[in-house]
């Protein structure tokens, strides 16, 4: 019997306006309960109510504070950015092609608007495409100085070549990470759906999002299927609604290839990445992106009035669909660097959401330190200041400046650092600080005990503290 496998050895680091959809419109923010890839909210250019302060900008909670004062605002005011967290992809009949396996819930309702909108797009390339090589082929024909010489060639008296071609450095990483990957399907007696894992230990422990697994969390069914086309029962180890992750065992598995896990506090804009996982039901799919964005506050909910959560993501334009959270994202070495968890979808006239280029992961330094807790059998416990929080807008009414202190804990963390009600936060340990959600999602990256440099406007002036981060006692994880 293989010994169980420690896959953890050692975290991570605003948005720019964006049109809001029309409100007439079906909003793809939203997952269903069994999974979904969480859209993320990226606010809107039109002035507009200013979201309620958040309460706990320091802990991993949404803010639920009494409504602030403070004028419209953007995504840079602090609005938050609508995101899918994608509800378990329904399975797709492979056999006939057809089916809802492409949608977030097993009702038959999504499918034909993405299909139409990718014919449309599917046709402007193929049609540049075949522009650009015209003109090519023309010019080539015009210079051809051998069309004179009588001789024909045809690629069809040519023996087909059987030497492989160098495999490079994604086939390389899909080589390695498929084995690691899982697909899982949940059902209970009201809905079901299908979301990707990572497999952390060779005894069967799984990392994914909560928002895959807890359909399953009172009564239901999780089953894990295998990239050796192998599948097994699974349940749930625990669960943390606050970071949307969640740890699941499949049974009787004592031989599985645990991923390797890397780091996210390192990560660079532009570096090469690779999504895995199982979008729209389809498994073991391997997509390429690069990272476009780091440290972006993604608040996402599951569209069925649960809690919405916020999150430090690392931003991707590889290709995330529903079905896919849970699933890795990796750099080009085959080490996870993030969980997928959620997208900005636009909305289409079947409902359904898809990627647009806009994919958001947990970093992976923040999911290990998740993973642990929930391993040990421990409530989850987050970082917080003690302070409630609300968007400070700047005087053109719409630029989000920082997150505005409200209340101030009595024996906080904040309290103790000598933070007041008034005071405006604008950057934590270099990285700046945008809104109350930047606030809040940023902080949510940290660990209790660590100790932080914030930059705070009170009045005209200026100042920096440091903030020794508290603990919720794993509070919020048991709300």
């Known amino acids: 019997m293989t010994a169980p496998h420690d896959p953890f050895a050692e975290r991570p680091s605003d948005p720019s306006p964006d049109p809001s959809p029309d409100p007439s419109e079906h909003t793809p923010w939203d997952h269903s309960a069994a999974d979904g890839e969480p859209t993320t909210n990226l606010g809107s250019r039109e002035p507009g109510p200013v979201p309620p302060p958040h309460t706990e900008a320091a802990s991993a909670s949404t803010p639920t504070s009494a409504p602030s ?49 990718l014919g449309i797009g599917t046709l402007v390339v193929l049609l540049a495409g075949g522009a650009g090589y015209g003109g090519a082929a023309l010019h080539e024909l015009g210079d051809d100085d051998h ?12 023996p087909a ?23 899982i399907n949940v059902r209970n007696d009201d809905e079901g759906g299908s979301g990707s894992g990572v497999i952390l230990s060779s005894d069967g422990n799984i990392l994914t999002n ?8 009172e009564e239901g069914t999780i089953t ?9 029962s699974a349940e749930i180890v625990g669960r943390d609604p606050v970071t949307d992750l969640a740890v699941i065992r499949a049974e009787g598995k004592t031989d599985l290839v645990p991923a390797e896990l890397g780091a996210s506090n390192n990560l660079t804009v532009g570096q090469d990445v690779i999504a895995i996982g199982s979008p729209f039901g389809l498994e073991s799919t391997v997509t390429v992106g690069i990272i476009s964005a780091l440290n ?12 919405a959560t916020v999150f430090p993501a690392v931003q991707t334009d590889a290709a995330i669909n529903p079905g896919n959270s ?4 990796v750099d080009i070495e085959g080490r996870v660097i993030g969980i997928n968890s959620a997208i900005r979808a636009s909305a289409t006239s079947s409902g359904t959401a898809g990627s647009i280029g806009l994919g958001f992961a947990i970093p992976i330094d923040l999911a290990r330190n998740v993973a642990e807790q929930l391993l040990e059998g421990k409530p989850v416990e987050h970082a917080r200041i003690g302070v409630t929080v609300s968007p400070a807008i700047g005087e053109d009414e719409i630029t989000g400046i920082g997150a505005e202190v409200k209340e101030v804990t009595e024996g906080g963390a904040g309290d103790k650092a000598g933070i007041e009600a008034g005071d405006v936060i604008t950057s934590l340990n270099g990285d700046p600080i945008a809104s109350s959600s930047a606030l809040v999602a940023t902080i949510r990256g940290y660990k209790p005990g660590e100790t932080v ?27």
């Open 161 to 183: 070549s059987t030497e492989k071609a160098p495999a490079g450095a994604v086939e390389a990483v899909a080589k390695e990470l498929l084995p690691s990957v899982v697909q």
């Open 453 to 479: 440099e914030m930059t705070l406007r009170r009045g005209d002036e200026t100042q920096t503290v440091e903030v020794t981060l508290e603990s919720d006692n794993g509070e919020l994880s048991e709300e």
């Open 210 to 217: 909560n928002h895959v697994v807890e359909a399953a969390a």
């Open 296 to 307: 972006r506050p993604v608040e996402s909910s599951d569209g069925a009035g649960g809690d």
């Open 326 to 329: 849970g699933g890795p994202l």
């Open 224 to 232: 894990v299927a295998f990239s050796d086309g192998t599948n097994t």
């Open 147 to 158: 069309g004179s010489s009588g001789s024909t060639t045809s690629s069809l008296d040519t």
């Open 69 to 117: 004062s403070a004028p419209p605002s953007s995504a840079y005011a602090g609005a938050p950015e609508p995101t899918i967290a994608f509800p378990p992809a329904p399975p797709t009949d492979h056999r006939s092609g057809s089916g809802s396996g492409g949608g977030d819930r097993r009702d038959g309702r999504r499918g034909g608007g993405v299909a139409k909108a």
